[in-house]
């Protein structure tokens, strides 16, 4: 058992509920590798935004769980060496079973989410209390789900969205005693979030149902997930330069900053950054077809990454300096 406050790190309730109260969201950066961890980390330092480090099932199984506990380490130290130590929650994201949240936390995970949602009620409630059970024994703080997410990322998959029950939440939440809930009002998985035509806008998020649950349980934290925007002008890059991505896009910065004031206090970003890396090493590609040195593409990457995180941080999130 490796206990996360021997890696340096932090839960999210504190942070949360500072989110909360502060009219901000924490930015929920998913990550597989050193340059995508760098990017992450030099961005919330010089924007002063504390961070929660995201790993997926999948990102454990390609990157290697204990290379990423220790990149996790490394992370909060890395902060100090730039200059600023902020909060560093290291979150295992989209959890799909007690064996996998159980093998986090004993590696030094210090926030799991337990994804139910595809089960009955009654399973999701048995399961993410299961999980939240053993979790409070070390402190680690867990993220529920209710209402299922369209798109594929990662091994999440659904081919509908079905949006949180409102009635549904207060129930959940004291039969479970999870930290935050993940509610479904519109977002949605990867970067082929919403089909539509030139000049149009993506739907809105259903902000009724955000209203009814935090009339429901206020002050509890809330969680968004597939909440990348899918910035056109990268879209636009990564098609210059060889690419073929058309006609998508993603939930609007406006409608995420509106959500980050409310009791939305963790944000979920992933495409996004997998978009912004991908169009710098096309870009690279396309202008120097001779390069072979990973150094040469990646450094490139990262810097449009940091660039990205450092906008979402300042302008989407509002979690600048509030570390």
Known sequence: ???????????????????????????????????????????????????????????????????????????????????????????????????????????????????????????????????????????????????????????????????????????????????SLAISIGTSHGAFKFKVKPGELPPPLRFDILEEVEKRIPGFPIVLHGASSVPQDIVAEINKYGGKLDDTAGVSEDQLRRAASSAVCKINIDSDGRLAMTAAIRKVFAEKPGEFDPRNYLGPARDKLKELYKHKIEHVLGSINKA
Not at 96 to 122: N, P, Q, R, W
């Open 1 to 179: 058992m490796l206990h996360y406050k021997e890696l340096g790190l932090v839960n999210s309730r504190e942070l949360f509920q500072k989110a909360i109260k502060g009219g901000y969201a924490i930015p929920a950066f998913n990550f597989n590798n050193l340059e995508q961890l760098q990017a992450i980390i030099s961005a919330c330092v010089e924007t002063k935004s504390p961070v929660i480090l995201q790993v997926s099932k999948g990102a454990r199984k390609y990157a290697n769980q204990t290379l990423l506990q220790y990149l996790a380490k490394g992370a909060v130290e890395y902060a100090k060496e730039l200059g600023y130590s902020i909060p560093v929650v290291l979150h295992l994201d989209h959890g799909d079973s007690f064996e996998t949240a159980k093998s986090c936390i004993e590696s030094g995970f210090s926030s799991v989410m337990i994804d139910g949602s595809h089960l009955s009620y009654e399973e999701n409630v048995k399961l993410t209390k299961q999980v939240v059970d053993f979790a409070h024994q070390y402190d680690v703080t867990v993220e529920g789900e209710l209402g299922v997410l369209a798109g594929i990322e990662d091994e999440v998959s659904s081919a509908h969205s079905h949006y949180t029950q409102p009635e549904e939440v207060e129930d959940f939440v004291k039969r479970t005693g999870v930290d």
